[in-house]
C-alpha cells in the first residue's frame, strides 16, 4: 500500500471523528494523496495554493481558534522555504501544526535537484521545540498518525509518499519518543531512519553471514532523539553506522552524535555527502548519492574496524 | 465611558512614550502612529472583555507589524487588561511585555507577531477559524506600509478575498515612512488603495487616520463590508511619530530611536497641556 493512501486513510478517520482536525495544501494534494477528502470534507480540507508561507501562517491561526491543523507539500517547500514561518508563526508562538513533507530526499526522483531536500531536517532541527519524524513503513504511519495528532505541539513529519513494503507487525507498538530496537546485536549499532530502515535491516543480514552481528534501530524521531537507547546501544556494540536519505550534515548522523558526544566511540555515515540532488529513478539516485545495501555493509565493516 | 476618544488617544500615546522613555529606546514612530486606531478599536469597536480576556467568540485583534506592541500595550492597560504600573516592565529582562507582540506573555494579546508578514496570514486563518465556528466574531488586524513590501502580505490578501472572509477587517497604518528611507524612495507600494480593490477586497480610506473622528467612521464603515463576501482594507494616512513634533521631524530616522525618561516627559506634559 502507498504511504500517501495510509496517510489519507488516517486523516479521513481522524477529520470524521473531529472538525477541528482540518488539512491546508499548497496545490500538491493530488501528490500527497488527500484530494479525494476535500468532497467529503470541504469544511476541513483547504487549498491555499501555490503559497507556503500563507499556509503555515493560516494554520498557526488555526491553531490559536482550537483547530488541530495539518500542513502539507513537497519536502523542500514545506521546510527550508518556510522555516521562518514555521519557526515563528508556529513553533515561538507555540501553535499545534502538524507540517508533513513528501518526497524526502532522492525520492523526489523526477522532480530532480530543486525538489530534493537533503537538508529539511537539519534546517527544522535547529528550531527549538520542534520534534521531526520519519515512518519507515506503513504499519508504523497508521499508528503514528493519532499520536501525532494528539501531541500539543509542532510536528514535521517527512513522508516518502510511494509504496513501502511493511516491516512492523500489526499488533506493534508505537512511541514518539522511543526508538525501535527491530534486531539486537554485539558488534554495530545501526541507526536508521524511513526507508533506509529496510536497507539497514539487508545489509545486517549480509553483515552476519561475515560474521558482524548488527544491531538495527530505527530512529523514527530525530527530534528529540531517544538518547538513552542510542546511548545504550552504541556502549553496548562500540561502533555506529548511521543511515539516511539526508545529508550527514544536519540530519540522523549529527542527531546520533551530539547524544554520544560524551562516549569515545567511533561513528561512520551512510547519507548524502553534502550535495545537492539531481534528477533520475530511485535506482540510480541511489549509485549515484551512495544510499545503497552495499555501501552500508561496506561503511559497518569500516565501523567495526575502527574499534 | 467616562472618557471621549481623544482623551483616550492622549492617554494611550502618553502611557506609550511613558513606557519607551523608561527605557530610552524603542519603536515610537510606528506606535505613535496607531494611536487613534488603537482607541477606536479597544475602546468602541470591538467585543471584548478585559476580565475575560479570553472570552469565546470575543473580536480579536491581531497586531501584524508586531513592533507596534509598547503602544498595543498601552491601549490594553488603559482598558484594564493588567495594571499600568506593568507598562514600565517593557522590554526589560523577564517581562510579560517584549518589544513584539507574543500571544504566550501578554494578557489581552491573540497573536505572536514580529516577522512582518506574518501575523496578517495568522489574522486571516484566524478569521477562517471563525467563520468555520460561525461565532460572529469580527478580526481585525493591522499591517504596515513597510510590512506591504512582504510578499506574503499579498498571498494571505489573495487567499482571504478567494475565501471570501469578510469577517477580515484589516487596516494599513500609511505613514509613508520605514527604516531605510520613505516607503517611496525603497519600494513604492503606491497606488495602495487600487491594488487591494484588484485583489478583491473593499477598500476604505482615511484622509488623517490620527484623527480618532475620522478613524471611528472608518471602522464603523467597515464593519458594513461583514456579509458581502469580501475582506476590507482601511487604509489610514498616518504621521510617524505623531504627536511629537521632534519625533515626527526625525523622519525615517523615528522608526527605532532613543529617547530619555526626560524627553519623555516633556512631550507628555506637552501633550497634557494641548488637552
Known sequence: MEMRAVYAQCLAEMMEKDRHVCVLDADLAKASGTRALYERFPRQMFDCGVAEANMASIAAGLSSYGFRPWIESFTPFATRRICDQIAISICYAKRNVKIVGTDPGIAAELNGGTHMSMEDIGVLRSVPGMVIFEPADPVQLAKAMPVLDAYDGAVYMRLFRKELPAIFPEDYQFDLFKADVLKEGKDLSLFATGFQLKDALEAAEILAKEGIDAEVINVHTIKPIDKETVIASARKTGAVLTVENHNVIGGLHSAVLEALAKEKIPACAVGVQDRFGEVGKLPYLREAIGLTVENIVNTAKEAVSLK | ??????????????????????????????????????????????????????????????????????????????????????????????????????????????????????????????????????????????????????????????????????????????????IDNTVEKVNNIAPLAEKWAAFGWNVIEVEDGNDVDQVSAAVEHAKLGIGSGKPTMVILNTLKGCGVPWIVDLGPGNHNCNISEEQADAAIAELRKEA
Open chain 2, 1 to 178: 465611558m467616562d472618557k471621549n476618544l481623544k482623551e483616550i488617544s492622549r492617554d494611550i500615546r502618553c502611557d506609550t512614550l511613558k513606557c519607551i522613555g523608561h527605557l530610552g529606546v524603542g519603536h515610537i514612530g510606528g506606535c505613535l502612529s496607531v494611536v487613534e486606531l488603537l482607541a477606536v478599536l479597544y475602546f468602541e469597536a470591538m467585543n471584548i472583555d478585559p476580565a475575560d480576556p479570553k472570552k469565546p467568540g470575543r473580536d480579536r485583534f491581531i497586531c501584524s507589524k508586531g513592533h507596534a506592541g509598547p503602544a498595543v500595550y498601552a491601549a490594553l492597560a488603559n482598558r484594564g487588561y493588567f495594571d499600568k504600573s506593568e507598562l514600565l516592565t517593557l522590554n526589560q529582562g523577564g517581562t510579560n511585555l517584549p518589544s513584539h507582540c507574543d500571544m504566550n506573555r501578554t494578557v489581552g494579546i491573540d497573536m505572536t507577531t514580529g516577522s512582518l508578514g506574518q501575523g496578517f496570514s495568522c489574522a486571516v486563518g484566524v478569521a477562517l477559524g471563525s467563520k468555520l465556528e460561525e461565532d460572529g466574531a469580527t478580526i481585525f488586524t493591522l499591517i504596515g506600509d513597510g510590512e506591504s513590501q512582504e510578499g506574503q502580505i499579498w498571498e494571505a490578501g489573495m487567499f482571504a478575498a478567494a475565501k471570501g472572509l469578510d469577517n477580515l477587517i484589516a487596516f494599513t497604518d500609511y505613514n509613508k515612512l520605514q
